[in-house]
C-alpha cells in the first residue's frame, strides 16, 4: 500500500531490457535524480555493450567515515570502476560477458545495481548494528552497575546530513539501536498532517502492533543528540524529531537488511504518504464541492422563472404559474 | 536546493505520458496515462482511449473515486496502479482501468492527482519540494485547467517551481535539434498527432496563433482501429488492438501514390508482404500475414474518405488552410518551418509526403493567381518545408528537456511563495521561454 521501493526502477528496469536474451544493445545517457540528494548517471561512454552506473550523494563523505567502500566493495567487488568524474561511485555492467550468464545471475546483478543508493546509505546502520552485538556482548558480563562508561553509554552517534536541513542520527546501545531522523516542514498545512500520521506511528504499539519497534517524536532534539552541532528544535520552530526504537528482534542477522532498508525510506514514505492524504482530502472537496454546486443549480431557475413570461412556439404568451 | 536538481518534465498526453529530467535527451519513463482503481472501469470521464465508459455524470470536478465517500473509511484510495501495472492490474478480477486524459486534457483530476504522485514518488523518485516541474499542456487549454493543475502541483506536492508550456511550442523547441533548422526560432506550424486527437497549430514568435488552429479527429488509435478492421476483414488469426498497434508501428509506412503502391505490391509479393508473430497468452504462437494495411493504414490521413464518412479533409488542405487562415506577415515562416511531432508522425516518409501535396497545393494557388493577373505579376514562390527530425517521437517532452536545462528556467517559473499570495490565477500568465531574447 504506497510502499516505496528499495530500488531505483529506472535502472532495474533499463538493466533488465539490456539484459534480456533478445536484447539489442543501444546507447544511454540518463542523469537522474533519486531520493535524498542523490543523483545518477546512467550512461554507455564505451560502448553500447558497457554500461556505465554512477552515483553521487551529498552526505558521501560521512558515508565514508562510516565504511562505506567496504559495504560497496563487499557488494560490487568485481564490477567496480574508477568513479566516474563528478560522481563518487561507479559500477559497470558488460553485457557481453553478462550474456552468457544463467538468468539467476542476471537478475540478482539487476537487483544489485539497482540497490545502489540503498547499499552506500546503510553503512553507518550495518557499523551502528555491529556495535550493538557488540556491547551486547560485553554488557553480559557486567550488572548495570558495574559496566564501564563505553558499555552503559553506548556508542557514537552517527550522523548522516543527507538533506540541507534534514539528518539521520544512528546510534547503538548494549541493548538497543536507536535511529533519529530531524526532520523539516516547509508548510504548514504538512506539519499538522505529519503529525497526525505520526501519531499513528506512535500509538500503534498500543494498539497491539508489538512487533512494530517504539515510535517517540517530539519538537526538540532528544537527549540522545546532546552536543550534536547544528541542531535546531523547540517551540515555533518547524523542526520535529523522529525517534525509532529498535530492538534486538530488529537486529538479527536474518532481519537486519531489511529493517535497513525500511528504515532508510522513513522520510520519503512519510512525506509521500502526507502527500497522499492531502490528495485524498482535495477529492472529498471536489466532490463537496460539485455537489454544493449542484443544490445551487437546482435553487437557480425557480426565482428566475417565476412570473416570467413565456412565448409558445406559435407566438402566444402565457404565464409560468408561481 | 532545487537550485542545484535536475527539473522534472512531465508530458501527460492522451495515451502515454512521457516522464523524466531536463537535459535529458529521452524521458526517462514512458508508460500509459492510465490508472487501475479498486471496482468497475470507466466513470469520471476518464476514458481517453476509447473504451466505453459506465455512463456517469457529466460533471469535471466529481472524481470516480468520490462515489460513496462518506462510507468509506477505509485505504481503498491509496490501493491503486498506475502506466503498465494499471493494465496488468486491470486485466485480472477487482480493478478498473480509468484513462484521466481526453483529447489531450484532464478530465478527472482525482485520477491525475494520484496518477501524479505516483509518478513523482514512485518512477521519478523524487521530493517535489527539491524540483521545479514543467508540464504541458494542450493548445486552447481552458485556464481553469491550469490552475487546477497548479492548485494540485502547489499545494498537494509542494513543488519549488512550476512552468506550464503548450506542447506544440515544445515541439518547435525540439526540432531546433535537426540540421535543416538554422535559425532558433519560435515560429512555425506544428503538426501534432498522438493517440488521441491531430492538431494543426501555427505560432509565431512563440505565440499559438489560437483563432488558426485546427484538430482532425483522426489520430493514432483510429489507424489502429483501421489496421485492427483490415486483420477482421481477412481473418487473421489474431486481430487484438495490440496486435494491431504492434503492425502499425513496425510495418507501415506513406506511399507517394495508392493506386502504383497496389501494382507494387502485385508485382513484388515477396518484398512486399510480411509476417508478423504473435505470442500468444497461453504460449501459443501464431503468425499473422501483414499486407496492404502497411501504406494503407497511414493513409488515411491523405485520403481520409477510406476510413471516416463525416470526415473528409486531407491532412495537407488542412495544413494549408491554417496558415491561410494567419496573419499574412506571419505566413512564409509557417510554410518554412513545418514541424512534425507525436508518435503519430512516425510512419517512414509522412514528412515527405505531406511537404509534396502542401507544396502543390501552394504552387497550384499561385499559378492561379499568376493567370488572374494577365502574367502581370510573378510571385517569387513560397518555400515549403515539413521538418521530420530524430525527437520528434517525444517532441514535446524533448522541447521541455531543452528549455529545462537552460539556466533562466528557474526564473521563468511561478514559484510556491508567488503562488501562496497571488492564488491559482497566476498560473494564467508565464513569461515564454525560449523567446526572442533567452538563450
Ligand atoms: N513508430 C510508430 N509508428 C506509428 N505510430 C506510432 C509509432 N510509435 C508510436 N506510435 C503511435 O503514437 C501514439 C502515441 O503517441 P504520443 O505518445 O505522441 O501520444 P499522446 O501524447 O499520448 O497523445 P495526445 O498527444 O493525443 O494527447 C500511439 O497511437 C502509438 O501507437
Ligand atoms: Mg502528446
Known amino acids: 500500500m504506497l510502499l516505496l521501493d528499495y530500488q531505483n526502477v529506472l535502472i532495474e528496469s533499463l538493466l533488465r531490457d539490456r539484459l534480456a536474451p533478445d536484447a539489442s544493445p543501444s546507447s544511454v545517457d540518463q542523469i537522474v535524480s533519486d531520493f535524498d540528494n542523490v543523483t545518477f548517471h546512467i550512461s554507455t561512454p564505451e560502448s553500447k555493450s558497457k554500461i556505465l552506473v554512477s552515483i553521487t550523494i551529498k552526505c558521501w563523505k560521512e558515508l565514508v567515515t562510516y565504511g562505506a567502500q567496504a559495504i560497496l566493495d563487499r557488494e560490487y567487488g568485481p564490477y567496480i570502476v574508477q568513479p566516474e568524474q563528478g560522481y563518487d561511485f561507479s559500477v559497470q555492467v558488460d553485457l557481453d560477458t553478462m550474456a552468457s550468464k544463467p538468468q539467476e545471475e542476471k537478475d540478482e546483478l539487476v537487483r544489485r545495481v539497482s540497490l545502489l543508493k540503498r547499499n552506500a546509505m546503510a553503512a553507518p546502520f550495518e557499523q551502528a548494528f555491529d556495535e550493538f552485538a557488540s556491547l551486547q556482548d560485553q554488557a553480559k558480563n557486567y550488572s548495570s552497575e558495574t559496566a564501564p562508561q563505553g558499555v552503559r553509554e553506548g556508542g557514537e552517534v552517527r550522523a548522516i546530513h543527507y538533506r540541507e536541513e534534514e539528518a539521520i542520527y544512528v546510534k547503538a546501545s548494549h541493548d538497543r539501536v536507536t535511529v533519529i531522523f530531524s526532520t523539516v516542514f516547509k508548510e504548514e498545512t504538512d506539519r499538522v498532517y505529519g503529525k497526525v500520521f505520526l501519531q499513528e506511528f506512535v500509538d500503534a504499539r498500543k494498539r497491539g502492533v508489538q512487533n512494530a519497534p517504539q515510535v517517540l517524536f517530539r519538537h526538540d532534539a532528544p537527549m540522545e543528540l546532546q552536543g550534536q552541532p547544528g541542531l535546531r528544535g523547540g517551540r515555533g520552530e518547524n523542526v520535529g524529531y523522529v525517534t525509532f526504537v529498535l530492538f534486538p528482534r530488529h537486529l538479527t542477522p536474518q532481519k537486519r537488511d531489511e529493517t535497513i532498508s525500511h528504515i532508510q525510506t522513513f522520510r520519503d514514505y512519510f512525506h509521500y504518504h502526507i502527500k497522499a492524504s492531502k490528495a485524498y482530502i482535495h477529492s472529498r472537496m471536489r466532490r463537496r464541492t460539485a455537489d454544493f454546486l449542484q443544490v445551487l443549480r437546482r435553487a437557480r431557475p425557480e426565482e428566475a422563472d417565476a412570473g416570467k413570461e413565456r412565448k409558445t412556439a406559435s407566438g402566444r404568451t402565457f404565464r409560468a404559474q408561481a | ?439
Open chain 2, 1 to 439: 536546493m532545487a537550485s542545484q536538481t535536475p527539473a522534472v518534465v512531465m508530458d501527460n498526453g492522451t495515451g502515454y505520458s512521457k516522464l523524466g529530467f531536463a537535459g535529458n535527451d529521452s524521458p526517462s519513463f514512458v508508460f500509459p496515462t492510465a490508472i487501475a482503481t479498486k471496482g468497475p472501469a470507466g466513470g469520471g470521464g476518464g476514458t481517453g482511449s476509447g473504451r466505453p465508459a459506465v455512463a456517469n455524470k457529466p460533471n469535471f470536478l466529481s472524481g470516480g473515486a468520490g462515489g460513496h465517500l462518506s462510507g468509506k473509511r477505509g485505504t481503498e484510495d491509496l490501493d491503486f496502479f498506475i502506466g503498465d501495472e494499471a493494465l496488468t492490474a486491470a486485466s485480472g478480477p477487482g480493478y478498473g482501468v480509468h484513462y484521466p486524459i481526453r483529447h489531450g486534457q484532464i478530465e478527472n483530476w482525482d485520477h491525475m492527482e494520484r496518477f501524479w504522485s505516483n509518478s513523482i514518488f514512485k518512477y521519478l523518485r523524487v521530493e517535489p519540494e527539491d524540483h521545479h516541474f514543467l508540464l504541458t499542456e494542450p493548445p486552447l487549454n481552458p485556464p481553469e485547467n491550469r490552475e487546477n493543475t497548479a492548485e494540485i502541483m502547489f499545494e498537494s506536492f509542494n513543488c519549488a517551481g512550476l512552468y506550464i508550456a503548450v506542447q506544440a511550442v515544445l515541439a518547435l523547441a525540439a526540432s531546433w535539434t535537426s540540421s535543416k533548422v538554422q535559425d532558433r526560432s519560435l515560429t512555425g506550424t506544428v503538426i501534432d498527432s498522438g493517440e488521441g486527437v491531430t492538431h494543426v497549430i501555427p505560432v509565431a514568435e512563440g505565440y499559438v496563433i489560437g483563432s488558426s488552429i485546427k484538430s482532425i479527429p483522426i489520430a493514432g488509435r483510429d489507424i489502429t482501429y483501421f489496421v485492427q478492421s483490415l486483420l477482421r476483414d481477412r481473418g487473421e488469426p489474431d486481430s487484438s488492438l495490440r496486435t494491431a498497434e504492434r503492425i502499425k508501428e513496425e510495418f507501415c509506412y506513406v506511399c507517394p501514390d495508392v493506386v502504383k503502391e497496389f501494382s507494387r505490391f502485385d508485382r513484388e509479393p515477396e518484398d512486399r508482404f510480411k509476417k508478423y508473430d504473435v505470442r500468444q497468452p497461453g504460449g501459443r504462437s501464431v503468425t499473422v500475414d501483414v499486407g496492404y494495411e502497411r501504406f494503407l493504414a497511414p493513409e488515411i490521413f491523405f485520403n481520409p474518405e477510406i476510413y471516416s464518412s463525416d470526415f473528409l479533409t486531407p491532412l495537407p488542405n488542412i495544413v494549408d488552410t491554417v496558415i491561410q487562415t494567419s496573419p499574412i506577415d506571419v505566413r512564409r515562416g509557417l510554410y518554412k518551418n513545418i514541424v512534425l511531432s507525436g508518435g503519430s508522425t512516425l510512419y517512414k516518409d509522412f514528412g515527405r509526403r505531406l511537404q509534396r501535396d502542401i507544396r502543390h497545393l501552394v504552387d497550384a494557388r499561385i499559378k492561379d493567381s499568376e493567370v488572374r493577373a494577365g502574367g502581370q505579376a510573378r510571385s517569387g514562390g513560397l518555400d515549403v518545408q515539413v521538418i521530420t527530425h530524430k525527437r520528434q517521437r517525444h517532441g514535446p517532452w524533448f522541447g521541455g528537456s531543452l528549455l529545462g536545462q537552460t539556466p533562466e528556467f528557474k526564473s521563468y517559473c511561478h514559484t510556491k511563495a508567488e503562488y501562496e499570495e497571488i492564488g491559482p490565477s497566476i498560473v494564467r500568465r508565464f513569461a515564454l521561454l525560449g523567446g526572442p531574447g533567452s538563450t
